[in-house]
């Protein structure tokens, strides 16, 4: 989105967005067609926000015609429109088309959309490499817990490993060592 894009022109690039978006149910339309027939009234008469409001008239379509006639009215009336989309519901005006140009263009205050790709991946080696990694952790684990028996310094490091725990953990760690030195 330029600097110099006005809210008309966006408004004319986000209407079919809007008009296809189903978090726009008829609560959050009529919230919008309230708050611009309430706070400014000379953008919304109490006319034409009756008109608006008619439940026998599909959700998309009151919608389209109340875009249509915002642009009619202007470059104020356009804004506001934004405006009190930002208010009444905020994931959607942040997932218009012209809001997301706007975050993915190069502006410096951004993070380019190569550092979001970047950041979403964190292993790209896939399930199996992780299962393998699992399957030899797991191993190691069952040699250590049935072999330790069968070694002599195994119980010890097991002690040594206790230096850097707190004081209960350190406690159960040397208990343990203390009676495999016992047997």
């Not at 470059?75 to 009444?88: K, S």
Request: with cysteine.
């Amino acid at each position: 989105m330029l600097l110099t894009e006005s809210f008309h022109d966006q408004l004319t690039e986000d209407g079919a967005f809007l008009r296809a978006e189903r978090r726009l149910d008829t609560e959050l339309v009529d919230k919008i067609i309230l708050q611009l027939n309430r706070i400014y009234p000379q953008i919304l008469t109490d006319k034409e926000a009756t008109k608006f409001r008619n439940l026998d008239v599909p959700t998309c379509v009151r919608l389209g015609e109340l875009l249509m006639h915002l642009q009619g009215k202007g470059e104020e009336a356009c804004r506001e429109f934004y405006r009190a989309l930002h208010l009444h519901v905020e994931d959607v005006y942040y997932s218009l088309p012209t809001r997301l140009r706007l975050r993915d263009s190069a502006d410096p205050l951004t993070y380019p959309t190569s550092a979001y790709k970047q950041r979403q991946v964190m292993n790209d080696k896939g399930p199996f490499f992780f299962l393998g990694c699992f399957s030899i952790t797991v191993g190691m684990a069952l040699v250590y817990y049935y072999g330790e028996a069968k070694m002599a310094g195994g119980s010890r490091a097991l002690g040594m490993a206790a230096l850097g725990l707190t004081q209960k953990a350190r406690e159960v760690l040397i208990w343990y060592t203390e009676e495999s030195l016992i047997k």
